[in-house]
């Protein structure tokens, strides 16, 4: 069962979804979640600690990385570069679940209705900046693997190839989020094949 707290934020987003913005009263929240206002003041001090925390939990941590499902991929180098890549953006179009949405929900229009508080909220650099440093750092060892078994080529460095594929990543991201494309998934395997041949080792 969702405590009082969950409930709060969740039924909050839920009306930032529903009126498409992030300007929602107190009192708004308390008839649709059913909790008084004092109630809603016991968890929360002020409007902004629900903003923060929803911020913090649905857009801060949507960008990050289940690390965990990705060093369970294995394979050779492409196999390994394209499979992590594939469940990066799996990830991605999925979000962080919502225990109160039933219905299947396009995680873009949480992103939107949030990604005001995100811009403005203080620990979004620091986080964003740690969340690729992550990114760098795992898929950097798994170029230099591929060095080191003959796979990819050695004249490139890990560095420039993995910004390459970042680069290839927020750009699809990027082309989602802002409803250019309806799946990041065709888009990535149309890029990948050209990837690959540009980073593949040569005789």
Not at 14 to 30: A, F, H, Q, T, V
Request: zero cysteines; aromatic letters at 12%.
């Amino acid at each position: 069962m969702m405590n009082t707290k969950q409930l709060i934020l969740e039924t909050t987003l839920k009306l930032m979804i529903e009126n498409k913005n992030s300007i929602i009263s107190i009192r708004e929240i308390s008839n649709a979640s059913g909790i008084a206002i004092g109630g809603i003041y016991h968890h929360f001090s002020n409007k902004e600690e629900i903003y923060n925390e929803l911020t913090e939990r649905y857009y801060i941590n949507y960008y990050k990385f289940d690390f965990d499902k990705l060093q369970q991929i294995k394979g050779n180098a492409k196999e390994k570069i394209h499979n992590v890549m594939a469940e990066i953006f799996k990830q991605k179009e999925t979000g962080i679940p919502i225990e109160s949405i039933d219905d299947e929900i396009d995680y873009r229009s949480i992103l939107l209705v949030l990604s005001g508080n995100g811009f403005s909220y203080e620990k979004t650099p620091e986080l964003n900046q740690s969340i690729l440093k992550e990114l760098r750092e795992f898929l950097t060892e798994i170029i230099k693997e591929g060095q080191e078994n003959g796979e990819i080529r050695q004249d490139f460095s890990p560095d420039d190839i993995v910004e390459s594929l970042i680069i290839m990543y927020m750009g699809i991201q990027y082309r989602w989020e802002v409803y250019l494309i309806e799946d990041m998934i065709p888009a990535f395997e149309d890029n990948f094949n050209l990837e690959w041949e540009k980073i593949r080792f040569r005789e």
